[in-house]
């Protein structure tokens, strides 16, 4: 949740000219701390994904390509699939669903916002197993759901909703739906409601207004809320365990799985690679298109 | 090979082999002798079992049996605990209870001690088939804490029938679709489409468990899940009708509803054993093997059976149970005899990679 | 307020119906969760009257009681590694940095997937032979905090002025001193909140935890994880009730003291 605005301060380029040793005691140990434990730890699993699993984990040093071949079989490039789909579903749920709460909260009076906030945050802050366990109450067969809908008689027999990719979709919703609303919010709270008033006492209808004025401003917003649903639901890998009831998988459970089911570390390294790489796509994919809409909208 | 990659390259397989010099010179050190008069009270010991698989205050019984400072740390599955010992060349644990093809495949790695009989006297309760198990026999690295067989743990007022047979789960019947469980984790996914199939629990022929796959995928759809640890919960809320499950572990939910019955399908089942092992890296052997012998002691283990509802393979232990317990729990009546008409899983060696592609592949299809 | 022409048009209410959905979804469970916590039954389906008896068996859970000591002494940890190699390297980049590449370097952890940090780091743990404990945790852990330490210190950064470094250099103190005397005063409150965030973070942080952590020593979410696996007790729901308690007094603290130290500027 990085919220920041990168803008570098002019005044202190000036102390460029006498750097010399000085920058090593600012840098060096959070970098040497970040290249030994991060750098280096995605270094050794793309290293891996080049060899050959041992039997209890770890690795044989013989060469292949096989790790890389395999993520090509329709088997797995399923799961993948199945798995971009399902975080495209969450994401889109998540702005759908976000949106209008980010909006009405913004359009609060500035006592009011603080509390929605913290309202919308709150839920993050007891376990998040917990939170997601109590959607198999919920969703349970005997659980509040359904004892509802039969109560207001709109379905005469318990329907299954627990253990299926529905399920998991809800899981995954109510779990970063605050990463969605946060970043709309910030957007949509730097509008300058006088730009509204503008349009609407042009004649624009508010719906006009809304969608000449508000959306283009606030959508980079709502591609960074995009973003910071789509990345962490795709690679969950609890949910699916525990209210998908291990029948729906994702890459997560794939490389949770070769990690400490099958002890296939190269391969797992493997489908960890190839998610990230997706990943950073959707990032690199995020913050081109948000730079032309500001570009855009500051040439418009 | 740009220069740092071959730089890194060059750095993991240095490391690479001075982990396996560690491995090995950890070998070597596995015949050093024992201190039968070592003092007890000075060691710790870390044990890790299964999840609700022991007496809740079995660690406090043991330290005020022995003094020994003793922590129980839980696993829910063998992967689970295989993974966390294999990931570091000390887990901190001295005592891992796995089941008996575990037992097997670790022994052979180096990663187990071998057990000092001198400090294991309590071995003679045990029934003689006990030591005669094909994935350790003579019990050089483990001794049995509890065993059994799998099959169908079931509602008769929700199956309306009483099932005999494992295709009575691969294939249900429509009005069961999306009420049955599997069980997903080590062999045990594949053994039932094995044993509906007439072949081995431990095949190692490539068509057999080729066949057996696909039976498994075909069964993926009609399941509700697949569960490890809830299954008797899922019976007891009527969420399922009937489950693979352990004769033991079914007991637990006939301990919430009486009117579960548990069933070994025509086709027979696997005769699995759940053992006690101590790790080669233990800097506390002889309070390890001390806890062996304390749980083979007749007494502690008619206590452990009565808690964990689990069959044991003590002689001695199994006579003292109490015959209330036996009715309300028939599974805890199945005799030796019978049990030994099951086949006894082993480890595979090289081969145990099938079954571990066959499980992935299973569940991974969508 | 009397005269209805100066009054602000009312906007239409009904755009808090979404909103007030949203709040349905998002505490519907937890409402579930804290009125689970008081139900004298053990089954979780039936209700069967009022108790607070689960709340005593929190404490007198061993497992649960370890698995919180070992959650406190990892946060701790990760956030005394991050928050000064976060504000050092906050610090360093702002002054020493033309390029992105050290910036997005420092920030990448907190957006690369936990699942790879996690195994990556396991992967490097076991290749090293290093004993899994709650070291390994805590270096894990420091890892995705540094960065969002990182991020939170330069958005401070951004907003203070450079002119008063500029005095201390121009009077001769050296960039250490003029580090410690000038700057860091003033990035007291930036320094504070990523503090407060990468300790929230580390608290309940479970896949990097997961993979790093010793079987010996689990952090509350991987005990929570384990007794969730076996199906949830009334004992976690009063678990995850006195969390919830916890944090809404911390929240409501945190916001009391903002807004004494804000009017008292």
Not at chain 1, 45 to 50: E, Q
Not at chain 1, 236 to 253: H, Q, R, Y
Not at chain 2, 9 to 14: K, T
Not at chain 2, 185 to 198: E, F, H, N, Q, S
């Amino acid at each position: 949740m990085t919220t920041t605005s990168h803008e570098a301060t002019p005044g202190v380029r000036a102390s460029r000219a006498r750097r010399g040793l000085a920058p090593v005691p600012f840098l060096a140990p959070g970098m040497i701390f970040l290249i030994v434990f991060m750098a280096i730890p995605v270094g050794l699993l793309a290293f891996y994904t080049f060899f050959k699993r041992g039997r209890f984990g770890g690795l044989v040093f013989e060469f292949t390509l096989d790790n890389w071949v395999k993520l090509t079989e329709p088997l797995y490039l399923g799961v993948i699939a199945q798995s971009i789909g399902m975080a495209l579903v969450v994401t889109l749920l998540a702005l759908a669903l976000g949106y209008p709460m980010a909006y009405a909260i913004a359009g609060l009076s500035p006592k009011w916002r603080t509390v929605a906030l913290i309202a919308v945050v709150l839920p993050f802050w007891t376990n998040f197993l917990v939170r997601t366990y109590a959607w198999i109450l919920l969703l349970n067969n005997a659980g509040l759901v359904n004892q509802a809908l039969q109560g207001l008689g709109i379905i005469d027999d318990p329907i299954s909703m627990l253990y299926t990719p529905q399920a998991i979709a809800i899981g995954l919703l109510y779990m970063y739906l605050p990463l969605m609303v946060l970043p709309l919010y910030a957007s949509l709270q730097q509008l300058d409601p006088s730009l509204r008033e503008a349009a609407t006492n042009l004649g624009a209808n508010p719906w006009r207004a809304f969608r000449t004025v508000t959306l283009p401003l606030s959508l980079p917003g709502a591609l960074t809320g995009c973003v910071f649903v789509f990345v962490p639901a795709m690679s969950n890998f609890v949910i699916p365990e525990l209210i998908g009831g291990g029948k729906t998988i994702m890459v997560g459970n794939l490389v949770r799985d070769q990690f400490f089911e099958a002890r296939d570390w190269p391969f797992g390294a493997t489908l960890a690679l190839l998610l990230t790489i997706i990943l950073v796509l959707v990032i690199v994919l995020q913050s081109a298109v948000s730079r032309r809409v500001t570009e855009g909208g500051r040439r418009g | 090979m740009s220069y740092p990659f071959r730089r890194l390259a060059l750095a993991g397989a240095a490391a690479g082999l001075l982990a396996l010099t560690a491995c090995s010179s950890a070998d070597a050190g596995g015949g050093e002798a024992l201190d039968p008069e070592a003092d007890l009270s000075e060691q710790t010991l870390t044990v890790s079992i299964w999840a609700d698989y022991y007496p809740e205050d079995l660690a406090a019984q043991f330290e005020e049996a022995t003094g020994v400072k003793t922590t129980i740390v839980n696993h829910t599955t063998n992967e689970d605990i295989v993974a966390k010992l294999t990931a570091s060349a000390d887990s901190g644990i001295d005592v891992a209870f796995v089941s008996g093809q575990y037992a097997q495949a670790l022994g052979e790695q180096g990663l187990l001690a071998e057990l000092d009989k001198a400090l294991i006297p309590n071995e003679k309760n045990l029934y003689p088939e006990a030591l005669e198990l094909a994935y350790d026999e003579g019990n050089v690295y483990s001794e049995p804490y509890a065993w059994g067989t799998t099959g169908l743990c079931y509602r008769p007022d929700l199956t309306g029938f009483a099932p005999t047979s494992w295709n009575d789960l691969l294939a249900p019947k429509p009005e069961l679709v999306g009420k049955t469980t599997m069980l997903s984790t080590d062999r045990w996914l594949a053994m039932p489409a094995l044993k509906a199939l007439g072949y081995s629990v431990n095949t190692t022929d490539d068509a057999e468990l080729a066949e057996a796959q696909a039976q498994l995928i075909e069964t993926k759809p009609t399941l509700l899940a697949y569960d490890d640890t809830t299954f008797y919960s899922k019976l007891v809320s009527g969420e399922a009708a009937m489950v693979e499950a352990w004769d033991g572990w079914c007991n637990y939910g006939i301990a919430e509803d009486p009117t579960i019955e548990f069933v070994v399908p025509d086709e027979g089942a696997d005769l699995w054993v759940d053992t006690m092992t101590v790790l080669e890296s233990s800097q506390n052997k002889e309070a390890a093997m001390a806890f062996l012998n304390y749980i083979l002691d007749p007494e502690v283990q008619t206590w452990v059976a009565e808690n964990i509802l689990y069959k044991v393979p003590n002689q001695a232990a199994m006579e003292a149970l109490d015959p209330a317990l036996l009715e309300s729990y028939p599974t805890l009546g199945i005799t030796v005899d019978e049990l030994f008409e099951q086949e006894v899983i082993v480890d595979l060696g090289e081969d145990s990679l099938k079954y571990v592609d066959l499980n992935s592949e299973v569940l991974a299809t969508n | 307020m009397a005269d209805p022409i100066t009054r602000p048009r009312r906007r239409f209410r009904g755009i808090l119906v979404p909103l007030w959905l949203g709040y349905v979804f998002l505490y519907l469970p937890i409402l579930v969760v804290v009125i689970m916590s008081f139900n004298d039954s053990e089954n979780l389906f039936v209700w069967r009257g009022f108790s607070l008896r689960w709340y005593p068996e929190v404490f007198a859970d061993g497992a649960l009681m370890q698995g919180l000591g070992n959650t406190l002494v990892v946060a701790t940890g990760a956030t005394a590694i991050a928050t000064v190699l976060g504000t050092l390297l906050a610090y360093g980049i702002q002054h020493y940095t033309r390029g992105g590449f050290v910036r997005a370097f420092a920030i990448a952890p907190a957006i690369l997937p936990d699942l790879l940090l996690g195994i990556g780091l396991l992967t490097l743990f076991a290749l090293l032979g290093i004993t899994l404990g709650l070291h390994s945790v805590i270096l894990a852990h420091a890892v995705f905090a540094t960065a969002f330490v990182t991020a939170i210190v330069l958005a401070r950064m951004a907003s203070i002025d450079p002119s008063l470094e500029e005095a201390s250099r121009d009077l001769g103190a050296g960039p250490v001193r003029t580090f410690l005397k000038v700057t860091l005063p003033q990035l007291a409150p930036g320094i504070v909140a990523g503090a407060l965030l990468a300790f929230t973070l580390s608290l309940d942080e479970f896949v990097i935890a997961f993979f790093t952590t010793a079987p010996t020593q689990p952090t509350l979410p991987i005990v929570i994880y384990s007794m969730v696996r076996f199906g949830v007790t009334p004992e976690v729901n009063a678990l995850a009730t006195l969390l919830l308690f916890v944090s809404v007094v911390t929240v409501i603290a945190a916001q009391r003291l903002t807004r004494l130290t804000g009017s008292s500027k």
